[in-house]
């Protein structure tokens, strides 16, 4: 049954995961008619995904989620414990322990953090609400097409409920699949999933609360022994997360079916950790799958139905990726949706959603590739370990299993999501880039463009709040100015510049204002002159000195974004202004970080007298913006 | 009309303001059979109290809440800004500013939090209906009497609805009045206020939002001008309280009842802040008030009819301690109550509520007076203060109204609430307390019995979280015993000997039992053994040189609360580990801290080989509690 008034979406998100509600609560917020549909009765209850990495709670807490999600009270992850066969005799002993975050990842919250899938999904639920998202369910796909004609609308979507058979037809400009890795939409649009690797796997994963003597069952483990592996995951409420790899396609009896039961997974549990005990109060939940890993060829076909999280890549569970994996693809499409749906970029600026994406499922991939091996890859016998140094002494970085263990730590970076480095194309700024001054990459910085903004506290100024920076815009689609201006004396003359060359007529800021200036409050902190742009300015000055009234009226305006960078690390006290340092500014003259919405670095420009700073940020922005920025353009 | 059948409680609690909702909250957690009623028809909508102090939010946390109350984005308080007349010519300029939470003070949030009172209520009105107790309204008390005779119920009151006009008759254990300042129960007791000073002053407040160049407008200022003078409270969603004094008794035509309206005081405060300009985009809440400093004399009368809160110290509003007092009011009470009602202690300890407490109001009253006069003090003439230094300089403590400065900075202590220091009593062990030892205030140690414990970060074991210390026991009910065990090798003894005396059949954890043994949870992690006593365990070895399991049973049973004093600051790298030395501790011997359910100092004992520790807590405990605890005793 067809409904004679069809309703018209800007997005229908398919399948109420992660990947789509992360989608969703962004487009809501941006302002999207946003429907959410799910063929399941009710948000996941048990099991599946339950690790977030530090760059995704980076993202929660820019989204303004992080709260919610702490108030679940989850565990976190900071070590690591490796566990592998005693040297002589039987049992298990641990060798070695690693942070989960070492110092070298520039991690705001250098820890994982564990809590069940269902409460992660019940934070988006609860602020799609607010937003007037109601999820959908039970609600399956049953067609969809792409006419190209209907503009504005030209996807139509056929949505069916599961139990009455019902059926609704509405009309989207975009249609996307979080629908896990069977999605209706990926077959009905012939994409074909690459296999990376034709190893099979056939997982037993177990959540429960358990009573035991094994001294690391807080801690998220690694056990090798020659009865089998386990790796142990904490979770929120006593909970414990146990995957057992039960086959592997590479065993010689492989049946990619291959199911346990509880029982027999609970002995094989007991049997790896001897001789320490194990038992189970309860089980929450339990399931063993196949696992291979996979590739979509494709993220999208005509940038109108696209798909994101498993949809689009599946691996093995243990090196926690998959959500936040899926956090990732979520986020990339939503602001670069928003940017084109505003009016602001050029719809060719969402092809980098799939090369972006796409590239790091890639990359995980062979990550997870390499690690799944090296975890099931039963130890050699003792005699052939024995160059392998003793014990664990210090308790750390000893050797075991060193292959592992160095897999391990090399992908670190990767794994805790700060090592994602999104390659050079129109919004990552590289020498390929259209825009080219040598006012791009001054001398000195520290950073890299397509890779996350390092993180840094900083004083605000009107109040004299000790604020991290990098949150201070939240996560509302705006491009990020982060204006290092140095000491006020030296950057006076080109934040005056700045400021003037910001207010001509063909400047990024001036060319897409807010449609009525007179509409913005007094009060607005982020976007007073734009929706696409918000100002921060950081001085080195003490607080005191630095006077807001005193800057260029369109700097000043935005006076709850200035800052001094006086929060002192002790041990760094000799290097001068923290977050300039980090950034690899002069403490004296500054510069200046574009960042996008997503917290990843666009470009780094000088802060220079004259007009070529703003030139140099229209010339980039101009490279994807609808309308033409900057004029006739100086070549410096 | 009296209904049949008698509802007991445990506690009545008259007044849902913060004395009234804190107490309701602690005993509904202890499992009070707890009823709170207000005569008001509805929390606070606007006005009142707004600021939470360090200590607060210290306490807030404690008790699981801190969340909730940022989850409402207060404003923080960071610094404060004073302003003073030109000193030649017209107008204002900033001519200090002052931490609001100075490093000298133990603070573990360095400032104050400025939220609306309503939404402070409404966290704790949450958390009462999670324990099934709703705050009943609008009923209003109208009679009550302590018989003496009707145990275990003796205190009989008549609430009536203040609109039908029903009334009901309800039997408790103890009741509470946290009415504020006009309160019925104290009338009817016949408690006399006993003012400290007479002078009374008149007060507006005004909750707006503005719009205004004055540039300190987001910071916490006090403003002296020719015009007169203005304090500014930021707060929560671009609000912001002005609090202007309209007279005092000691002016020649005072009085009491004067009024201003809106208008006047808005001119008022744009003549003071001159040459800056303000504007009112609305006002959420005006008000004029007379305050007196006032004490009651008395706190209870039978230790069953007790009051807290405004309703037994009044003053002015400035400094912002209303609501703080109140809370420390209602947790001193709290704790007291439960451990009287749970058998472990007899009731004369009811007695220090009243005795800590009212010592707590005097000096609050001292200072409050002090600070107020010098505040309303109109500053001398240009000529007179041609001796004070010039202009604000770096920004930081030069002069203007010095002794104005000085008294804020010395009672900078006090306000946050870290300096509040209980004398020695039943509780705060002193050379006159009836436990005496020479294991008793070892060499070396800094605390003071009475004040609260110092805040200190260290290493779970178990999981390898870093947690803060002082917060890993929740408030609930218990004393808190810190083992300072310092290194496993030099300890080993002293935790041996320290667990087998515990294990004794007439110490301290023998005694007081959980009622049924076999009903704790193996998950149970703060009292395992009593539902009195928690233990944590404090080493100083490497995490993973503490083996858990290798302690003595009864103490490796608190396996969630055991950690290592790992946590360096890189500026005290050379004093070693850091919690054991913030307590005055040998970091090879440790010592052992007794804390209050509340979070201040009971005592602090060695840790000695043989019987000497827990002998010496034996009869600390033996002072207050209801059996006779340990055997004879040796005295060291």
């Known amino acids: 049954m067809v409904t004679n008034t069809i309703e018209v979406y800007d997005i229908v998100v398919v399948g109420a995961g992660p990947v789509g509600l992360l989608l969703a609560t962004c487009l809501a917020r941006f302002g999207f008619r946003t429907k959410v549909v799910d063929k399941r009765h009710t948000p996941t209850l048990t099991g599946r995904a339950d690790g977030i990495q530090p760059r995704s709670l980076d993202i929660l807490r820019n989204l303004g989620l992080k709260r919610a999600i702490m108030a679940h009270e989850p565990a976190k992850v900071y070590e690591v414990a490796f566990w592998d066969p005693m040297r002589e005799g039987e049992g298990i002993h641990r060798t070695s322990i690693s942070r989960a975050c070492p110092p070298f990842v520039e991690a705001r919250y250098p820890f994982a953090t564990c809590l069940h899938q269902g409460l992660i999904e019940g934070v988006f639920i609860a602020d799609l609400r607010k937003n007037g998202v109601e999820v959908e369910r039970p609600l399956a796909i049953v067609n969809f097409s792409n006419d190209r004609n209907d503009e504005p609308h030209p996807v139509e979507v056929i949505l069916e409920h599961t139990e009455s058979g019902e059926q609704q037809t509405v009309k989207t400009k975009y249609l996307f699949s979080g629908e896990g890795a069977k999605s209706f939409i990926r077959e009905r649009l012939g994409i074909q999933i690459h296999h990376k690797d034709r190893v099979m796997n056939v997982w037993g994963v177990m959540d429960g609360v358990v009573e035991t003597d ?16 386990i790796m142990i995951i904490p979770r929120e409420n006593n909970l414990v997360r146990l995957y057992i790899q039960l086959a592997t396609s590479s065993d010689e009896d492989f049946d990619p079916h291959r199911q346990a039961t509880v029982v027999e997974v609970q002995n094989a549990a007991k049997q790896i950790l001897k001789p320490y005990h194990i038992e189970w109060e309860r089980i929450e939940w339990y399931s063993t799958y196949p696992i291979d890993q996979g590739i979509a060829e494709r993220y999208t076909l005509d940038n109108r139905v696209f798909m994101g999280g498993d949809c689009c890549h599946t691996h093995s569970p243990k090196a ?120 791009f990459d001054p001398s000195g910085h520290k950073l890299t463009a397509g890779r996350v903004m390092p993180h840094t506290d900083v004083t605000r100024v009107a109040d004299a709040n000790v604020v991290k920076l990098e949150h201070e815009i939240p996560l509302n689609g705006s491009f990020r100015l982060f204006v290092f201006a140095g000491k006020p004396d030296y950057s006076k003359q080109a934040l005056t510049d700045f400021a003037s060359n910001l207010q001509k007529q063909q400047s990024f800021l001036a060319v897409y204002p807010h449609q009525d200036a007179r509409s913005v409050s007094y009060h607005e902190r982020h976007n007073p002159h734009s929706p696409f742009f918000s100002i921060c300015i950081i001085f080195t000055a003490p607080r005191s000195q630095i006077v807001i009234e005193s800057l260029p009226p369109l700097l000043s305006r935005y006076r709850e974004h200035v800052y001094t960078d006086d929060v002192m690390c002790p041990a760094m006290q000799d290097t001068g202004p923290r977050a300039h340092f980090k950034m690899g500014f002069s403490e004296d003259r500054g510069g200046v970080i574009v960042v996008r919405p997503d917290g990843h670095v666009s470009c780094v420009v000088g802060l220079v007298e004259g007009s070529g700073t703003v030139d140099a940020l229209n010339q980039y922005f101009n490279a994807f913006s609808t309308k033409r920025l900057g004029g006739v353009q100086s070549r410096l």
């Not at 980098?352 to 790091?360: A, D, F």
């Open 214 to 229: 094994f001294p690391d069952i807080k801690m998220k483990c690694t056990i090798h022994s020659q009865q089998g592996s």
């Open 320 to 439: 926690g990726q998959g959500m936040n994996t899926a956090f990732h693809d979520a986020l990339n499409l939503a602001w670069k949706l928003h940017l084109v749906e505003s009016g602001f970029a050029n719809e060719s600026v969402l092809d980098t959603y799939e090369s972006e994406r796409k590239m790091i499922a890639e990359e995980l991939l062979d990550f997870d590739a390499r690690y799944a091996a090296l975890f099931s890859r039963r130890l050699p016998p003792i005699s052939k370990r024995a160059s392998e140094k003793a014990d664990i002494a210090d308790g750390h970085e000893t050797n075991a299993s060193e292959e592992f263990l160095n897999a391990f730590k090399e992908s670190q970076e990767f794994t805790s999501g700060y090592g994602i480095a999104y390659h050079g194309n129109v919004f990552n700024w590289s020498l390929l880039h259209p825009a080219q001054s040598l006012v």
